[in-house]
Protein backbone atom coordinates (compact mmCIF):
# COMPACT_ATOMS: atom_id res chain seq x y z
CA UNK A 1 0.00 0.00 0.00
CA UNK A 2 1.15 3.26 -0.76
CA UNK A 3 2.85 5.77 1.68
CA UNK A 4 0.46 8.37 3.12
CA UNK A 5 1.78 11.44 1.97
CA UNK A 6 1.75 15.68 1.49
CA UNK A 7 -0.50 14.99 -1.68
CA UNK A 8 -2.83 12.89 0.28
CA UNK A 9 -3.55 15.74 3.37
CA UNK A 10 -3.71 18.15 0.55
CA UNK A 11 -6.51 16.28 -0.92
CA UNK A 12 -8.47 15.73 1.97
CA UNK A 13 -7.94 19.08 2.77
CA UNK A 14 -9.35 20.08 -0.59
CA UNK A 15 -11.91 17.78 -0.87
CA UNK A 16 -13.40 19.61 2.79
CA UNK A 17 -12.93 22.78 1.27
CA UNK A 18 -15.42 22.10 -1.61
CA UNK A 19 -17.44 20.74 0.99
CA UNK A 20 -17.64 24.15 3.32
CA UNK A 21 -17.89 25.88 -0.18
CA UNK A 22 -21.06 24.16 -1.02
CA UNK A 23 -22.66 24.53 2.16
CA UNK A 24 -21.63 28.37 1.64
CA UNK A 25 -23.43 28.36 -1.37
CA UNK A 26 -26.40 26.29 -0.55
CA UNK A 27 -27.78 27.08 2.69
CA UNK A 28 -29.99 29.86 3.55
CA UNK A 29 -29.81 29.89 7.45
CA UNK A 30 -27.19 32.50 8.26
CA UNK A 31 -26.08 29.80 11.25
CA UNK A 32 -25.72 27.13 8.47
CA UNK A 33 -23.48 29.19 6.25
CA UNK A 34 -21.22 29.97 9.64
CA UNK A 35 -20.63 26.48 9.80
CA UNK A 36 -19.65 25.66 6.73
CA UNK A 37 -17.25 28.39 6.94
CA UNK A 38 -15.83 26.70 9.79
CA UNK A 39 -15.65 23.41 7.48
CA UNK A 40 -13.30 25.94 5.42
CA UNK A 41 -11.62 27.49 8.00
CA UNK A 42 -10.54 23.30 9.21
CA UNK A 43 -9.51 22.65 5.77
CA UNK A 44 -7.06 25.26 5.15
CA UNK A 45 -5.70 24.38 8.88
CA UNK A 46 -5.12 20.83 7.92
CA UNK A 47 -3.11 21.91 4.28
CA UNK A 48 -0.57 24.19 6.24
CA UNK A 49 -0.40 21.06 9.30
CA UNK A 50 0.54 18.84 6.39
CA UNK A 51 2.70 21.98 4.75
CA UNK A 52 4.44 22.08 8.43
CA UNK A 53 5.50 17.96 8.71
CA UNK A 54 6.57 17.51 5.19
CA UNK A 55 8.66 20.64 4.31
CA UNK A 56 12.29 20.72 3.62
CA UNK A 57 12.86 24.78 4.27
CA UNK A 58 14.45 25.04 7.45
CA UNK A 59 11.52 27.61 8.45
CA UNK A 60 8.97 24.71 8.38
CA UNK A 61 7.29 25.67 11.61
CA UNK A 62 5.73 28.36 10.26
CA UNK A 63 2.87 26.46 8.66
CA UNK A 64 2.12 25.80 12.44
CA UNK A 65 2.30 29.01 13.38
CA UNK A 66 -0.30 30.24 10.80
CA UNK A 67 -2.61 27.88 11.44
CA UNK A 68 -2.63 28.85 15.34
CA UNK A 69 -3.41 32.69 13.89
CA UNK A 70 -6.38 31.36 11.75
CA UNK A 71 -7.68 29.47 14.56
CA UNK A 72 -7.84 32.89 16.63
CA UNK A 73 -9.39 34.54 13.53
CA UNK A 74 -11.74 32.02 13.82
CA UNK A 75 -12.63 32.58 16.69
CA UNK A 76 -13.26 36.10 16.39
CA UNK A 77 -15.15 36.01 12.95
CA UNK A 78 -17.14 33.68 14.23
CA UNK A 79 -18.43 35.88 17.75
CA UNK A 80 -19.07 38.67 15.43
CA UNK A 81 -20.87 36.45 12.78
CA UNK A 82 -22.91 35.43 15.61
CA UNK A 83 -23.67 38.64 17.07
CA UNK A 84 -24.64 39.70 13.47
CA UNK A 85 -26.85 36.80 13.44
CA UNK A 86 -28.63 37.68 16.74
CA UNK A 87 -29.30 41.30 15.90
CA UNK A 88 -30.44 40.00 12.72
CA UNK A 89 -32.82 37.85 14.64
CA UNK A 90 -34.11 40.37 16.63
CA UNK A 91 -35.11 42.49 13.85
CA UNK A 92 -36.47 40.31 11.09
CA UNK A 93 -37.65 37.47 13.26
CA UNK A 94 -35.87 35.03 10.88
CA UNK A 95 -32.22 34.76 9.29
CA UNK A 96 -32.94 33.60 6.49
CA UNK A 97 -29.94 35.41 4.03
CA UNK A 98 -32.61 35.64 0.70
CA UNK A 99 -34.84 37.73 2.65
CA UNK A 100 -32.33 39.82 4.26
CA UNK A 101 -31.93 42.61 1.80
CA UNK A 102 -32.00 45.92 4.07
CA UNK A 103 -28.54 46.82 1.58
CA UNK A 104 -30.48 45.72 -1.11
CA UNK A 105 -30.43 48.17 -4.27
CA UNK B 1 2.44 6.54 8.54
CA UNK B 2 -0.48 4.08 8.54
CA UNK B 3 -2.53 4.14 6.26
CA UNK B 4 -5.57 2.64 6.86
CA UNK B 5 -5.86 4.81 10.08
CA UNK B 6 -5.31 7.78 7.51
CA UNK B 7 -8.40 6.22 5.18
CA UNK B 8 -10.90 5.78 7.94
CA UNK B 9 -10.16 9.21 9.43
CA UNK B 10 -10.28 11.34 6.36
CA UNK B 11 -13.80 9.04 5.52
CA UNK B 12 -14.67 10.20 8.82
CA UNK B 13 -14.39 13.94 8.18
CA UNK B 14 -15.73 14.16 4.54
CA UNK B 15 -19.08 12.18 5.60
CA UNK B 16 -19.51 14.46 8.84
CA UNK B 17 -18.99 17.19 6.82
CA UNK B 18 -21.12 16.81 4.38
CA UNK B 19 -23.59 15.73 6.70
CA UNK B 20 -23.29 19.41 8.61
CA UNK B 21 -24.06 20.71 5.03
CA UNK B 22 -26.82 18.78 4.06
CA UNK B 23 -29.00 17.86 7.42
CA UNK B 24 -31.65 20.08 7.21
CA UNK B 25 -31.47 20.14 11.45
CA UNK B 26 -29.62 22.22 12.34
CA UNK B 27 -29.12 20.96 16.25
CA UNK B 28 -27.81 17.77 14.60
CA UNK B 29 -25.87 19.72 11.89
CA UNK B 30 -24.14 21.49 14.98
CA UNK B 31 -23.40 18.08 16.43
CA UNK B 32 -21.63 16.96 12.91
CA UNK B 33 -19.58 19.62 12.82
CA UNK B 34 -18.08 18.78 16.65
CA UNK B 35 -17.69 15.49 14.90
CA UNK B 36 -15.94 16.96 12.38
CA UNK B 37 -13.71 19.03 14.57
CA UNK B 38 -12.65 15.85 16.37
CA UNK B 39 -11.77 14.33 13.02
CA UNK B 40 -9.48 16.86 11.71
CA UNK B 41 -7.61 17.00 15.14
CA UNK B 42 -6.77 13.46 15.03
CA UNK B 43 -5.50 14.59 11.45
CA UNK B 44 -2.85 16.87 13.57
CA UNK B 45 -2.23 14.34 15.80
CA UNK B 46 -1.23 12.00 12.84
CA UNK B 47 0.62 14.75 11.63
CA UNK B 48 2.73 15.51 14.75
CA UNK B 49 0.66 18.72 15.94
CA UNK B 50 -0.11 17.46 19.21
CA UNK B 51 -0.37 21.23 20.49
CA UNK B 52 -2.64 21.86 17.29
CA UNK B 53 -5.00 18.89 18.17
CA UNK B 54 -5.55 20.07 21.86
CA UNK B 55 -6.00 23.66 20.56
CA UNK B 56 -8.53 22.28 18.32
CA UNK B 57 -10.07 20.69 20.90
CA UNK B 58 -10.36 23.38 23.27
CA UNK B 59 -10.80 26.38 20.76
CA UNK B 60 -13.28 24.56 17.79
CA UNK B 61 -15.24 21.87 19.90
CA UNK B 62 -15.09 23.85 23.29
CA UNK B 63 -15.68 27.52 22.12
CA UNK B 64 -16.80 27.72 18.56
CA UNK B 65 -19.13 24.50 18.58
CA UNK B 66 -20.95 25.92 21.70
CA UNK B 67 -21.32 29.46 20.39
CA UNK B 68 -22.86 28.16 17.20
CA UNK B 69 -25.03 25.97 19.11
CA UNK B 70 -25.86 29.19 21.45
CA UNK B 71 -27.12 30.72 17.76
CA UNK B 72 -29.00 27.42 16.64
CA UNK B 73 -30.77 27.58 19.85
CA UNK B 74 -31.56 31.42 20.29
CA UNK B 75 -33.07 31.90 16.43
CA UNK B 76 -36.67 30.26 15.81
CA UNK B 77 -36.30 27.73 12.89
CA UNK B 78 -34.32 24.58 13.88
CA UNK B 79 -35.31 22.65 10.39
CA UNK B 80 -34.72 24.85 6.49
CA UNK B 81 -37.52 24.48 4.47
CA UNK B 82 -36.63 24.41 0.62
CA UNK B 83 -37.95 26.91 -1.21
CA UNK B 84 -39.46 26.19 -4.69
CA UNK B 85 -36.77 25.74 -7.61
CA UNK B 86 -33.78 25.16 -4.82
CA UNK B 87 -33.00 22.24 -6.86
CA UNK B 88 -31.47 23.72 -9.77
CA UNK B 89 -29.29 25.62 -7.49
CA UNK B 90 -28.05 22.78 -5.48
CA UNK B 91 -26.97 21.23 -8.96
CA UNK B 92 -25.30 24.13 -9.93
CA UNK B 93 -23.24 24.81 -6.36
CA UNK B 94 -22.55 20.90 -6.68
CA UNK B 95 -20.69 21.51 -10.11
CA UNK B 96 -18.99 24.52 -9.19
CA UNK B 97 -17.83 22.87 -6.03
CA UNK B 98 -17.32 19.72 -7.84
CA UNK B 99 -14.79 21.15 -10.47
CA UNK B 100 -13.39 23.41 -7.81
CA UNK B 101 -11.83 20.31 -5.94
CA UNK B 102 -10.97 18.11 -9.58
CA UNK B 103 -9.07 20.98 -10.67
CA UNK B 104 -7.22 21.77 -7.49
CA UNK B 105 -6.62 17.68 -6.88
CA UNK B 106 -5.51 17.62 -10.38
CA UNK B 107 -2.98 20.13 -9.45
CA UNK B 108 -1.91 18.73 -6.01
CA UNK B 109 -0.98 15.48 -8.11
CA UNK B 110 0.65 16.63 -10.94
CA UNK B 111 3.23 18.80 -8.73
CA UNK B 112 6.65 17.10 -7.99
CA UNK B 113 6.23 18.47 -4.10
CA UNK B 114 9.73 18.08 -2.50
CA UNK B 115 8.96 16.62 1.09
CA UNK B 116 10.27 14.95 3.75
CA UNK B 117 10.58 12.46 5.87
CA UNK B 118 12.46 14.08 8.53
CA UNK B 119 11.00 13.73 11.85
CA UNK B 120 9.51 17.04 11.82
CA UNK B 121 7.86 18.01 15.27
CA UNK B 122 7.30 21.97 16.83
CA UNK B 123 7.61 21.82 20.57
CA UNK B 124 5.10 24.06 22.75
CA UNK B 125 8.35 25.42 24.16
CA UNK B 126 9.16 26.42 20.71
CA UNK B 127 5.97 27.87 19.60
CA UNK B 128 6.02 30.17 22.83
CA UNK B 129 8.92 30.95 21.79
CA UNK B 130 8.27 31.80 17.94
CA UNK B 131 4.90 33.70 19.44
CA UNK B 132 7.55 36.32 21.66
CA UNK B 133 10.44 36.46 19.02
CA UNK B 134 10.48 39.95 17.24
CA UNK B 135 12.27 38.51 14.35
CA UNK B 136 9.36 35.69 14.25
CA UNK B 137 5.77 36.44 15.12
CA UNK B 138 5.61 38.96 17.60
CA UNK B 139 4.11 41.83 15.67
CA UNK B 140 0.84 39.02 13.79
CA UNK B 141 0.91 38.27 17.82
CA UNK B 142 -0.18 41.69 19.32
CA UNK B 143 -2.16 42.28 16.00
CA UNK B 144 -4.53 39.09 17.00
CA UNK B 145 -4.57 40.28 20.72
CA UNK B 146 -5.84 43.71 19.03
CA UNK B 147 -7.99 41.60 16.58
CA UNK B 148 -9.81 39.59 19.50
CA UNK B 149 -10.44 42.67 21.95
CA UNK B 150 -12.26 44.80 18.56
CA UNK B 151 -14.04 41.59 18.06
CA UNK B 152 -15.04 41.30 21.77
CA UNK B 153 -16.12 44.88 21.67
CA UNK B 154 -17.55 44.69 18.53
CA UNK B 155 -19.94 41.64 19.07
CA UNK B 156 -20.79 43.77 22.47
CA UNK B 157 -21.77 46.87 20.11
CA UNK B 158 -23.33 44.54 17.54
CA UNK B 159 -25.17 42.23 19.72
CA UNK B 160 -27.05 44.84 21.90
CA UNK B 161 -30.31 46.10 22.36
CA UNK B 162 -30.63 49.47 20.84
CA UNK B 163 -30.24 52.29 23.02
CA UNK B 164 -29.24 50.16 25.37
CA UNK B 165 -25.79 51.63 25.40
CA UNK B 166 -26.91 55.29 24.79
CA UNK B 167 -26.71 55.50 28.72
Known sequence: MAEVGLQEFLALSVLLFSIGLFGVLTRRNAVAILMSLELMFNAVNVSLVAFTRFSTGPVYYSGQMFALFIIAVAAAEVTIGVAIVLSLYRNFRHINVEEVDLLKW | ?167
Not at chain 2, 20 to 29: D, E, K
Request: hydrophobic share 60%; with cysteine.
Open chain 2, 1 to 167: MNTVLFAAIAAFVLISACMVVRVSNLFHAGLSLVATFFGVASIYAMLDAHFLAAVQVLIYVGAIAVILKFAVMLTQHLTEKEPPGARGRLWGAFALCLSFAVSSLYVIYAQPWSTTTAFRYVQVADIGRYFLDRNEFLLPFEMVALLLLVALVGAIMVASKEGEHNG
